[in-house]
């Protein structure tokens, strides 16, 4: 409760704009992040307001070192293509790389050792035949848990 109090303080105008949200439930504390909020179409590299974000997130998180911090990237079912495709030969690989780097971000604030994995669109929560549902599916998870 208290984490979540203080990110909900925290990240307030990225939570107003529906960029981020942030859900507890009885098992853990789920941070949800638009794709588009950190990253540009098929990149991997976080834009400065996402990382700036995530650093707060990792500020926050580290007085909590009793909890475990797992950090998912996720895509819609669009296939990479063009160039794109030798440096990520699918989503797995874009995914698992942004994964990687948000949890990069959550160190650079404090936060070290979170298990970061890619899961591409094996886990969508909408459907993905819309340009909505498809930028829904597009995002980071970040899990805190005992």
């Not at 179409?41 to 996402?50: H, I, M, N």
């Not at 707060?56 to 990237?73: C, R």
Request: hydrophobic share 35%; net charge positive; glycine share 8%.
């Amino acid at each position: 409760k208290q984490a979540e109090r203080g990110l909900i303080r925290a990240l307030k105008p990225q939570i107003d704009e529906k960029n981020i949200t942030v859900d507890l439930n009885n098992e853990r504390l789920l941070i949800n992040l638009a794709s588009g909020y950190l990253f540009g179409s098929g990149e991997d590299q976080l834009k400065p307001a996402g990382a700036d974000a995530l650093k707060q997130v990792g500020s926050i998180l580290k007085d909590f070192p009793e909890y475990k911090v797992h950090v998912e990237g996720h895509t819609d079912n669009r296939p990479i293509l063009g160039a794109l495709k030798k440096r990520f030969p699918s989503n797995k690989e874009l995914s698992e790389a942004r994964a990687t780097n948000a949890a990069q971000a959550l160190a650079d604030g404090g936060l070290p050792g979170a298990h970061a994995m890619g899961v591409a669109d094996t886990k969508p929560v909408m459907p993905n035949v819309t340009t909505e549902g498809r930028a829904k599916n597009r995002r980071v998870e970040i899990s805190v848990m005992k």
